[in-house]
């Protein structure tokens, strides 16, 4: 009998759930990953269940963030009318007017600001530079594989890649130099309600005004081509004295310095 009363108390025993022996490990506690051993973190079940986690107190998971994209507009950012409105008066810095092209009448001036510098004329398409699929020997007849402004890693400037706008070669008719305008100076260019930043990135002939890069000429909504886009009128150029975005290939250092230049310049600083 006690041999049989010792069997039947460990059969029993086997039935206890183990929380109740004396020494068990106590059981798992319950929370958001009971069940499902953490989801989201490479546990078994993680394919079973939602990988979002929300940010704390906003009620937005973090991928809802990454598919939604932001439909609002970047603080600060100056339209093309506040711009427009604080070069609407022209004090002439240039000793003489450019022509817009060769043969037509000359009667641009440079207007001057203490912050800045600018014009209003055409928009040619410049596609000299580094060659590539839109710029190259075969789409431009007059192309041309330099720029006057390099690269920090000396290479060609890329008029495919990089918004640069094309100022005159120094001459008794003005001399950007004596402007604070150099190599990247940073510029805004306005075509219609577009707001496009962009570099010095080339030097032209001493007596022609207007002229930018086939990327600039695309930014701005202009046909780039370069045997027949460009805009025949109606582009504003201003450039922001002594500034300078860096490395000029980079676009996002020219919009970054340009939207805070702007800023200053139409007194939203």
Known sequence: MRV?????A???????????????????????????????YGGPSAGNVPRARNDAGT???????????????????????????????????????????HGEPADIEVCGRREAVFWKADLDIDCDGRPGRHCNERTDPLFCDTTAFQQSDGRQLSAERLPYVVV????????????????????????????????VGDVGPDDIIGEASYALARNLGIRPDPR????????TYILFKDSGASPIESPGAAVAQGERLARELVGRS
């Not at 049989?4 to 039947?8: E, F, G, K, N, Y």
């Not at 029993?12 to 989201?40: F, K, Q, S």
């Not at 990247?184 to 930043?197: E, F, K, W």
């Open 228 to 235: 027949g886009g460009g805009a025949a009128s109606g582009v």
């Open 10 to 40: 460990a059969a029993g025993a086997a039935l206890i759930a183990p929380t109740a022996l004396p020494g068990a490990a106590p059981p798992p506690e319950a929370g958001p990953d009971a069940g499902h051993e953490r989801a989201g």
């Open 168 to 199: 005159p070669g120094p001459s008794h008719r003005w001399n950007h130099r004596e402007h604070g305008v150099r190599r990247g100076t940073v510029a805004a260019v306005i075509h219609g309600d577009r707001v496009r930043y962009a570099v």
């Open 59 to 101: 009620g937005v998971t973090r991928d809802a963030r990454r598919r939604t994209p932001s439909r609002t507009p970047a603080p600060g950012n100056v339209r093309a009318k506040e711009l427009l409105a604080a070069v609407r008066d022209c004090a002439p810095v240039s000793h003489d007017r450019f022509s817009s092209d």
């Open 4 to 8: 049989r009363s010792l069997m039947l």
